[in-house]
């Protein structure tokens, strides 16, 4: 009777609760462990090459740093004038000393044959500007005092307050301007954030419509997949199996070839125009424009996000005990009210794990927008692509997917929240 | 799903409604998959189908764009078809250098996204497993992220550490395909290991088996199933990939869905179509071949339906 006292111990006479605690310890050890090489794996080659190309959306140079292409010696830039701007508070007018360290700051431009790297940099904030520095730098060596007449002699511009505003913000490597601009806004010279003028807010309009198609696009997925997924829960297993084929193969077949038979049946000459004109409901110069506008990008990303809304709707609806419907039929219940009160509320959390999913890849959708989109059709990836490739203002392309990915990673953690990601299906 | 007796006339009607509903959603989903197939036999260069296709008349259809396929590129495309033809469409034809581009990149990229993958869900599906709901967020994440951000930041990343230079060829397209097969992977085996019975692993541990051995004799042929459907996902999505090919790969690096690409935004030519008919052809059997899987697995695993 005296044992109960003694703490419990091992065969080897360890105490019990030291080695539960240690063996508890190496157990997690070891399933970590195997997680590990794969953690890392996409540490690297995913996590942190997006951070670093988010860090640009906070972080350019352009205007502070000159990197020599060959040796890769870096040298500070535009320091003069960082020196003044330290010194004057934002608003300040331009005087003779700002002039100097310009001038002189051209002149190192010049000598590092970087002043097309700097007007970039300027080009960015105040379009136009770039041909300035290289037009001033050219004539760099030339400027003599007063500088300030010298200056505004070569180009009046250089006395635009906007364009010392935008100098002051690029004197420093770490600006939030890009962000200012990514949801259409900007700094007006005295420092104090504005909208930009209407012909120029883009993104805003663009983040909207994104969000816009992709609800729409969301909600059509969802009027479609209900029927047919509730007839896969409801046939015999035998028939729905068949009938899931007709889902998953366009699942697995590849996005591009999905994309390019949209392309065949929407053009003006295709494969619908041609039998809406054929079977006489469209005059042959009526036929719809389906395609490089908005109806093109809705239509054919309805089709391919369609099999992500179906699947988690029928591994909830095929869960559905189908004796609740029976017995509030039996107790009346029209198949209407039925179905309203009794058989809709419990599809919900399908409704709701598909809806976000499909939500989530819509609005970073590029491929099809890009293909079938046109002009209007866009969405907000097809213009991160655009500032990477053809105007190669990376940093507001940084700006931009920093706001896109939050937006998703927030849906993401919704989801996870609500449905968990282990509960993702693949068919 | 069929109509009980008692249903009243407009329940008939409205039974009957939903099903030609559902009729016309499924063709909704697989008409335009289909479609592409009788008109990339097309024997003009147009995107609809002639009144001699329709009329079912021999002119009407013709292989010329799948012979397209393997000229395009050659150096002499009208020399007879003998050998030397043939080693010419081998090393020249520009289709056929991306379909050994994608088939390289698709199977070191699958290779990589699988082991690393399988042997993670091993351990992300221990209850001890610490962390487990974050690490799978993250895991799971390439899957989520939009393509275009992962894309541009392999693009600084790999410019950043000069990855070109290294000597290894589609090195950065491969790394990037397996990070994007990864999620793929991890869910289809997690998924088989739902219910994996561990007295399994206890038992073999207590006859003396190693680990090594444990998983290879015991788990590897239960989880196979799903292994394989995991590798099948990841192979797809690397063969179906474009936006990161399009960003990190260099002039050389063509692969099948880049050349689609630049298809379809520059000229799309009926050949367009006559590649996507291939693409459909080989999804159709995989399809049927993860089908088969997931159908075993269930049967070893004792969840079969019957």
């Known amino acids: ?427 | 799903m069929a109509l009980p007796k008692h249903a009243s006339p407009l329940e008939r009607v409205w039974h009957y409604a939903y099903l030609v509903i559902c009729a016309l959603i499924f063709l909704f989903l697989i008409a335009p998959i289909l479609v592409i197939i009788p008109l990339s036999f097309n024997a003009e260069p147009y995107f609809t189908f002639t009144d001699k296709m329709l009329s079912f008349d021999a002119e009407g259809f013709s292989t010329r764009w799948y012979d397209l396929l393997l000229t395009f590129g050659m150096l002499e495309p009208e020399a007879p078809r003998d050998s030397s033809w043939w080693a010419d469409a081998w090393a020249n034809a520009q289709w056929i250098q991306a379909t050994k581009n994608s088939i390289i990149i698709g199977f070191f990229s699958t290779i990589l996204a699988t082991t690393l993958g399988t042997i993670a869900a091993l351990g992300l599906s221990r209850p001890e497993m610490p962390g487990r709901r974050a690490v799978m967020a993250i895991l799971i994440s390439p899957m989520i992220v939009p393509i275009i951000i992962t894309a541009t930041g392999l693009f600084f990343f790999y410019s950043s550490i000069g990855i070109q230079d290294w000597g290894i060829p589609y090195l950065g397209i491969i790394l990037a395909h397996a990070t994007l097969g990864i999620p793929f992977v991890i869910i289809t085996v997690t998924a088989t290991l739902v219910g994996f019975d561990h007295s399994l692993t206890r038992a073999a541990a207590n006859m003396g088996a190693d680990p090594v051995t444990t998983f290879f004799k015991v788990q590897m042929p239960l989880i196979l199933p799903g292994v394989i459907s995991g590798a099948l996902f990841a192979f797809v999505t690397s063969f179906d990939e474009v936006v990161v090919v399009l960003f990190v790969g260099g002039l050389d690096e063509q692969t099948i869905p880049r050349q689609m690409w630049n298809g379809i935004r520059e000229q799309i030519s009926p050949a367009i179509l006559s590649v996507a008919t291939i693409l459909v052809v080989i999804s159709i059997a995989l399809l049927t071949v993860v089908e088969l899987l997931r159908r075993r697995s269930e049967k070893l695993r004792g969840m079969s339906p019957g």
């Open chain 1, 1 to 427: 009777m005296t044992d109960i006292a003694q703490p419990l111990t091992t065969a080897d006479g360890k105490p019990l609760k030291g080695a539960l605690l240690r063996a508890q310890a190496r157990a997690r050890r070891r399933a970590f462990l195997l997680v590990l090489p794969l953690l890392a794996f996409i540490l690297i080659t995913f996590v942190f090459p997006i951070g670093q190309m988010l860090y640009r959306s906070v972080y350019n140079d352009g205007f502070t740093w000159h990197e020599d292409v060959t040796s890769g010696d870096r040298t500070p830039i535009m320091t003069n004038l960082a020196t003044w701007f330290e010194a004057n508070p934002p608003g300040t007018e331009p005087d003779e000393a700002a002039f100097a360290a310009l001038a002189a700051d051209l002149v190192t431009l010049r000598d590092l044959k970087a002043p097309g790297q700097a007007g970039t940099r300027i080009n960015y904030e105040l379009s136009g500007s770039r041909s300035m520095f290289t037009k001033a730098a050219r004539s760099a060596k030339k400027l003599e005092p007063p500088y300030k007449e010298a200056i505004l002699e070569l180009d009046k511009d250089w006395g635009n307050p906007e364009l010392w505003q935008a100098m002051r913000g690029a004197s420093s490597s770490y600006t939030t301007n890009f962000y200012l601009a990514a949801i259409d806004r900007e700094r007006d010279a005295s420092g104090s954030v504005t909208m930009v003028p209407e012909n120029r807010q883009v993104y805003v309009k663009l983040f909207t419509r994104t969000l816009s198609l992709s609800l729409l696009i969301t909600f059509l997925t969802f009027i479609l997949a209900y029927p047919i997924a509730h007839l896969l829960a409801t046939l015999p297993l035998r028939h729905s199996n068949l009938l899931m084929i007709l889902v998953l193969l366009p699942f697995w077949t590849s996005l591009l070839v999905r994309t390019t038979s949209w392309m065949v049946l929407l053009q003006s000459q295709g494969v619908l125009n041609d039998t809406l004109v054929g079977l006489g409901i469209l005059g042959d110069d009526g036929r719809l424009q389906l395609m490089y506008n908005r109806a093109g990008t809705v239509i054919s990303m309805t089709h391919i996000l369609l099999p992500f809304m179906v699947l988690p709707l029928y591994s909830v609806m095929r869960m559905i005990n189908p004796s609740y419907v029976r017995a509030a039929r039996s107790l009346g219940a029209t198949s209407w009210t039925a179905f309203r009160r009794i058989y809709f509320p419990q599809t919900v959390p399908g409704i709701g794990a598909g809806a976000l999913l499909v939500f989530i890849l819509a609005v970073g959708y590029y491929i099809t927008p890009a293909l079938v989109g046109g002009a209007d059709g866009q969405l907000i990836s097809n213009l991160i692509a655009f500032h990477m490739q053809k105007s190669l203002n990376w940093s507001l392309a940084a700006a931009l997917a920093a706001l896109l990915l939050a937006g998703v990673l927030l849906l993401y953690w919704l989801y996870d929240r609500l449905i968990g990601i282990d509960n993702l299906k693949l068919g």
